[in-house]
């Protein structure tokens, strides 16, 4: 499938989009409903339905068990259809430098020269391609919420390195997004480009690293002249943990001659060294030949060489790849979600009125249920219950396995610098050492957090296993780690040179070379004989030999600095980071303790008043619970079907359905 144009504004739809959407509405008024009636005592469905006129009230016109309907149970249910709506798959593209990747991230959204491609971006520095009804673009800032709008033009300005000095326009970027109309980013994705670092070994490759665990795909961009590097195979194997869908992109085509054997020789590197990519799919584009089709279509329907060039750049099966592999699964996934939420809140519900309405048929078998119901959860509230122990143990483990995974961050970190440290020289070191160490520290963070989101996951999905059913509602607990203040300004590089400045600075990094007393008579001899001249090759020498110490005391002086900033930055998240760990899980095992006991006392409550009407539906005459039956019936009938509804889109999700555009 190709990607077709969408009307700007719009993106493509999925097939069962809009029906999922309408379940979820439907749900979630239902649920909305039945949080009114519960509030006033009333039944779900029809709150304002008349109670009998004589004879004893039937309760069983409302769920008893629906006193603990919540209005977060359709809160949540609309969350999900939010994401539906508004979702876009998250796409990060990667390669080392001069790779294409901008000019490919250029060709495949249709807009040649948006993105600044004869100069590097800035390390640290993420460009955000998004669907916009027009070109704009947005500077995020350091220390600024909010985004500072710049011109399109202007994208190079915030995002790029002077190519002479290959230092920052700016230091002060976070990151930039741009946003165009473009057919591809309307089908639901967002590109993000990333810096191409040499190396892919650097702080920034670490943050990269990160971000992967985020997003929808990856997208590697190597050139038809290279074969994988040692350090982007080693990126591969890493990435392989963070990220299901991979799809590889060779550039440059119109280039190299001889890109198709670079191709294979990749293909065996991966089955090599990444085997768990084999299977993956390969696209070679000619980023030029997009451009040249682009302007073709643009020129009018007078050329007719566009379709041609089009076809011959390779971007066609690329396009519809990202289309349907990325975009279209996303939005597959965000559609099972919401499919799952519906589930969740409404199958409790139905239940319940299950029950309700076997109470008005006064079903004298009920009785032993709902009591065994009972009893189980009195166990459930007991101080020693086995879900508070599995609680406190769940929580320790997650706190081991953040502190864990924290610390092996650290310690590669550490490793980092130390072979930068190894291998640089000292102007490299002093100018790039600082800039990966912080970079490698927020990825640190990043991980960390996304560590701890996926373990507060778990850690519910092991409670709700533990305590059953009657585990629902602990959505609301959500580890989140609160950043601590000193890692927002993390500390300065201190040089040798600060700590030993001015005179006698200078006497401390000349007396290595001449000694103490060789440098009080060389000063003397200069100021007060005038016989310069023979001293010249003598000191043509000692320039010779001091040039080299010196050489050598530079770089002992820039790995010292390098030393001294590595151990004051790791200080500071070793110091700072692993107590909010432990606090934050702290806080979340209290709060789930706190939600499912609150929860375990509500089903309890409820589980008492509905045995008390069953006994009083038993003791009425069954000509009086008509009306109530009824009400019942019509409850149960929608509750039934939303949950059908909902599993005839689940079983069209599964096999997934073709997208249309």
Known sequence: ??????????????????????????????????????????????????????????????????????????????????????????????????RGKSSLINALVGHPGLLPVEVDVATGVHLVVRHADRAQAMAFLEGRAQGHPIPVAEIREYAALDPVSQQAYRDDVRYVEVGVPSPLLASGLVLIDTPGVGGLVSGHARITMAALARADALVFVVNG?????????????????????VIFVLTQTDKYGGWKEVLERNRGLLAEHAPRYVGAPWFAVSSRAKEDADLAVAEGPTENAAPE???????????????????????????????????????????????????????????????????ALRALQGEDATWRRTLTRSGRELERRLRLGFQRNVNDL??????????????????????????????IWLDLDTAARQGTAELMATMEQACGADAGGTAGAELVLARPPRLEALPEVVHTDDLNGGWLGVVERIMPAWGAGGLVAGITVLFTSSVVAPLAAGFGMVALLSGRRKRRQETVRARADAARYTNRLVAELTTEIPP??????????DRLAEQLTERLTAQR?????????????????SEQLVRARERSRRRLDTLESLLARGRELTARLDPPAALEP
């Open 1 to 98: 499938m190709t990607t077709q144009p969408v009307p700007p504004g719009q993106r493509s739809r999925h097939p069962l989009e809009s029906a999922v959407l309408r379940l979820a509405e439907d749900a979630a008024g239902v649920l909305e409903a039945a949080a009114r009636a519960t509030g006033g005592g009333r039944g779900p469905g029809a709150p304002d339905d008349p109670t009998p006129e004589s004879g004893p009230a039937p309760v069983g016109d409302s769920a008893p068990e629906n006193a603990a309907v919540s209005p977060e149970l359709a809160a949540a249910v609309r969350a999900e259809a939010a994401r539906v709506r508004a979702g876009a798959a998250v796409l990060v593209v990667v390669g080392e430098k001069k």
């Open 605 to 621: 409550a409820a589980l008492e008043d509905e045995l008390a009407v069953l006994q009083r539906n038993l003791t009425t005459a």
């Open 225 to 245: 002249q290279s074969e994988f590097t040692a350090s982007e195979l080693r990126f591969l194997e890493q990435a392989t943990e963070r990220v299901e869908e």
């Open 309 to 375: 060039r089009l076809s011959a750049s390779g971007f066609p099966p690329l396009l519809a790849a990202l289309d349907e592999r990325v975009a279209g699964r996303a939005t597959e996934l965000r559609l099972a979600n919401c499919l799952r939420a519906v589930t969740s809140a409404v199958a409790p519900l139905a239940t319940a009125e299950e029950r309700a309405l076997r109470s008005l048929r006064q079903d004298p078998t009920l009785r032993e249920e709902v009591r065994e119901r009972r009893d």
């Open 580 to 589: 909010q760990i432990s606090s934050s899980v702290e806080a979340v095992t």
């Open 414 to 443: 550490r490793q980092m610098a130390e072979e930068k440290m190894a291998s640089s020289p000292p102007d490299v070191l002093a100018a790039e050492l600082p800039r990966d160490l912080q970079a490698g520290a927020e990825a």
